[in-house]
């Protein structure tokens, strides 16, 4: 293969996750070409033309023109010639044309057919792979990561279904993958919980989930503070026993700490999550200042007014104090720490960061310093900054506790999906009650994951659940409009079809299912959900516009089992790509 080809074909993510992208029929395309233009072909110049009845690939002429001294479209008209011999008898490329300065290629269709539809119809892996192993690397994807003084918002749920999604693509292209979730369970905002409880909770232990009954004193806290400002050093003053070891305070203080963590965990099972491991910043806080002191010494840092400060102008970004002059550490401190304990516990190959967009300076500052450190992984560190979500009715709070809630929403969710399904059918309540579930969380979900991450949001409830609209529950109804196809088959579907019965309408949608691995090979390089749920769109939109036309069960013999070859396809590929975005499928909605 041309190494031009290669390159082209080959996707690097930022932080050096690396996987082939693969297209069997480009690369024939490619064998044909260099065949034929030896050392004058370049590989990624090969395209895909803007209307599918030119051909399925197309090679420009234009930077031949100078070698052969002749014009594109004549050389295009000539190669074009020299190919009709050469094409005979090649299994994959039925035939080239010139157009104008192009060179176009049909790939023979059934081969193509073929091709995709034995790769789709595997339930477990129905994208199109090379064969051979591929070089499996380690990730280390960090999200989550709340606070424990109060329960998770509607922030943490885009942050959660990245983080989930993101893992399950690498995993999909061929990655090893820990999750991790860093728990702030240390500071001043921890101890005003904790202040509130003393002063009002009076042993009580928690009457409703966990984490809310923490929150709530949290929120008492706030609503105090407002009027008394006598109550900050009451709270810095408890944060001073926490760190002096003071019993009382640290057994009031794991107390609360688990109540915390339960609740967030109870959430997590809700979502369908879990956690490689947790790193606790209780355990961390301190380490750190040894790094930065013996960066001091060697001259990487700098001393200013007795703080040790990162400068960063090389880098053009602000300098950063890493330890105050009283000695005491920062949120930096234990980042620098943290990056490299990740790496040493998993021998990790590279290591992701799913946190909103206002840690993106601290993300680029902690990547330098790693940087000025010599930390041979500080290119292989990747924060995966992701937007604000806002609710139709304006932008969410969080101090006075006007919080969007997580598991409030999730509820909500639920709910809305229960009407929609009682509306819709009569079935038992227990029956509803489980659809429900489903639907209303991929509702959520798929709502999340579909804007590109860096972009800020509207969450709005009501639209992501719509059955017709571009929501995930359109995706799951697609799904269970295929398995119900199948259902009414209800005999063994035979795989042995006759491949030549396909028309245009149908290659049009066998070549998008073609596109699945792709897909999530540009998803996973590019830490971007949205891209998967994009295609699981239109994919649905094709099949169902196909479906809408042309009779399956009702066609003759050869053509009904050839379509319902399409059909199961379609189906496995979307039961894997909703997976993919951490979604269900159901196989009646
Ligand atoms: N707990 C932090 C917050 O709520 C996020 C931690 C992000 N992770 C990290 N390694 N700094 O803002």
């Known amino acids: 293969m041309p190494r031009n080809d290669k390159d082209k074909n080959r996707k690097t993510g930022s932080n050096g996750c690396s996987c082939y992208k693969y297209d069997l029929f480009r690369d024939a395309v490619s064998v044909v070409l260099s065949k034929e233009l030896k050392d004058d072909f370049d590989g990624s110049l090969i395209e895909v033309p803007p209307d599918h009845t030119f051909g399925d690939y197309a090679y420009p002429c234009f930077s031949l023109a100078k070698v052969f001294k002749k014009s594109p479209e004549q050389i295009s008209e000539e190669i074009a ?53 591929k070089p499996e690397q380690k990730q280390i994807i960090e999200f989550s990561s709340p606070n424990t003084n109060k329960p998770l918002h509607l922030g943490h749920l885009r942050n959660i279904c ?61 609503e105090l503070e407002k009027k008394d400002k006598g ?56 380490k750190g200042k040894d790094i930065v002191k013996t960066g001091l010494r060697k001259g990487v840092f700098k001393e200013e007014k007795g703080a040790i400060v990162a ?50 300076l601290h993300f680029q500052q902690l990547f330098a310093i790693l940087k000025l450190l010599g930390f041979s992984y500080a290119e292989r560190c990747y924060h995966l900054s992701y937007g604000m979500v806002y609710l139709p009715s304006g932008k969410m709070k969080s101090r006075e506790g006007v919080v969007v809630d997580a598991d409030d929403i999730i509820s909500q969710m639920k709910d809305i999906a229960l009407k929609e399904i009682r ?95 792709n897909t999530l090979v540009d998803a996973a390089c590019s830490y971007k959900p949205s891209i998967v749920c994009r295609y699981l769109l239109d994919l649905c939109q094709i099949f169902n516009e196909y479906y809408h036309k042309t009779p399956v069960l009702k066609a003759e013999e050869a053509q009904m089992k050839a379509r319902l070859l399409i059909v199961m396809g379609v189906r496995n590929i979307l039961a894997s790509g909703l997976k993919k975005l951490g979604i269900d499928v159901l196989p009646v909605m």
């Open 231 to 286: 109550i900050e050093p009451e709270a810095q003053e408890m944060l001073r026993l926490w760190e002096a070891g003071d019993r009382e305070t640290l057994t009031l203080w794991k107390k609360m700490k688990r109540w915390a963590v339960e609740g967030f965990n109870e959430t997590y099972d809700e979502l369908g999550i879990r956690f490689d491991k947790f790193y606790y910043e209780s355990e961390i806080y301190k």
């Open 423 to 517: 509306k819709r059918y009569r079935i038992r309540k227990a029956e509803a009650e489980r659809r429900a579930a489903k639907i209303g969380l991929s509702a959520l979900k798929f709502y999340l994951l579909m804007t590109d991450p860096g972009k800020d949001m509207t969450f709005n409830p009501e639209e992501s659940i719509s059955f017709e609209g571009e929501t995930g529950p359109y995706v799951q109804y697609t799904y269970a409009r295929a398995s119900s196809i199948l259902r009414k088959y209800n005999k063994k579907i035979d795989k042995n079809i006759d491949y030549t019965t396909y028309g245009d309408d149908e290659l049009v949608l066998i070549k998008k299912m073609g596109a699945y691995h």
């Open 81 to 133: 010639v020299r190919l009709e011999k050469s094409l005979v008898g090649n299994k994959v490329i039925a035939r080239a044309q010139n157009r104008g300065p192009y060179l176009n290629f049909f790939v023979e269709p059934s081969y193509l057919s073929k091709t995709i539809i034995s790769a789709a119809i595997k339930k477990s892996r129905p994208e199109l792979q090379k064969p051979g192993k």
């Open 311 to 360: 400068d960063l102008s090389k880098e053009k970004l602000p300098n950063k104090v890493l330890v105050r002059s009283d000695g005491t550490s920062i949120y930096m401190t234990q980042d620098i720490y943290l990056a490299k304990l990740k790496f040493k516990d998993y021998g990790a190959d590279s290591s992701v960061y799913v946190v909103g967009s206002e840690q993106n």
């Open 162 to 222: 990245l983080g989930e999604s993101v893992s399950r693509l690498s995993e999909s292209i061929g990655n090893n993958v820990i999750r991790t979730c860093l728990v702030n369970d240390r500071g001043t905002h921890i101890c005003k919980s904790m202040l509130m409880y003393k002063k009002e909770g009076k042993g009580m232990e928690p009457d409703k989930k966990p984490d809310h009954f923490v929150g709530d004193f949290y929120v008492k806290y706030n």
